[in-house]
């Protein structure tokens, strides 16, 4: 049915929920893209970074300490410079300054993944709902003709097959890439949380 059709083609049998689906399809990548791009730019070596920090500290370099994070994106480096800046306080308020950092890069990097989850496991419905669409039409283009073929009901199955497939196609990599920087994010806010701890040891030294 489909063998001298183009992927374009074969789309438009799809019929209004497929054109639906490619849109947000189109949202679901742009989202990954952009995540993609901020997690490697945040993205630091911790251990290699808390070297780094270690022998500053120890050199009473407090300054390079803040030259050397407010050079270096992410959480990992906006704990330590939180600590640095206060170091001066009790150990208790600069805990909670270090938390409220944490919260705050933690929000940061989890924007827009509420919207990729709920592609990842809205669209197989809509999916869904353009197959039952298509079932409709292909009985109802059967109760008026009277004595028709398979090629009566052909156009009406095709919508329902194809919409079937493009929510599966736009859900399956929704999830995946869902799963995997929430993943991600759990990662990168557990080195935040160490560096802190390991900066407020250095600091009462």
Request: aromatic content about 8%.
């Amino acid at each position: 049915m489909f063998g001298e059709l183009s992927f374009w083609q074969m789309m438009m049998k799809g019929g209004v929920t497929v054109i639906f689906l490619l849109g947000i399809s189109v949202l679901s990548w742009w989202i990954v893209i952009d995540r993609a791009i901020r997690f490697a730019r945040i993205r630091v070596k911790a251990r290699d970074f808390m070297d780094k920090v270690k022998n500053l500290v120890k050199s009473g370099d407090f300054d390079d300490v803040i030259t050397l994070c407010q050079s270096t994106p992410g959480p990992v480096s906006a704990v330590v410079l939180e600590g640095v800046r206060n170091k001066k306080k009790d150990r208790e308020k600069i805990e909670n300054g270090m938390q409220r950092v944490i919260n705050g890069e933690a929000e940061r990097m989890q924007s827009m993944l509420g919207i990729l989850g709920t592609i990842g496991n809205v669209t197989p419905f809509i999916g869904l709902f353009g197959t039952v669409l298509g079932i409709i039409r292909a009985f109802h283009d059967l109760s008026l003709t009277s004595g028709g073929g398979p090629a009566v009901v052909a156009s009406g199955i095709a919508e329902a097959l194809v919409a079937t497939a493009m929510g599966i196609f736009v859900a399956v990599p929704a999830v995946i890439f869902y799963n995997y920087f929430v993943r991600l994010v759990d990662s990168i806010e557990n080195e935040a949380v160490t560096a802190g701890s390991q900066m407020l040891d250095l600091l009462e030294e």
